[in-house]
């Protein structure tokens, strides 16, 4: 009796620590794979917001960073659309598009 007692607290610590490393493993594995996807999150964003500061360094022509609407449609080929898109973005509504509506607009 005390010796099948003695088997199973045995056995219990040999597969509890089994356990709690499967355990552990597996969350390192979706622990992993989140911060891999975290990673390429990050780096879309950072890709973004180049694409972002590119556009203003174009388009930005008295380098205030802000669009007005005639620098922001300077070069557009779609006027109508680039108007809309123009409207969207600038969420509070002033005659400027600033980087950060820009940004919030991206998701950034
Ligand atoms: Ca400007
Ligand atoms: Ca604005």
Known sequence: MKSAFLLAFAALFLIAPAEAAKGNKDNGKAGAAKKEKKAAERAERAQKREKVDGVLDVKDKNKDGSLDSDEYLIGE????????RFKQFNKNGDRYMSKG???DSLGL
């Open 77 to 84: 080929s779609d006027i109508e659309g680039a108007k809309a």
């Open 101 to 103: 509506e820009i940004e």
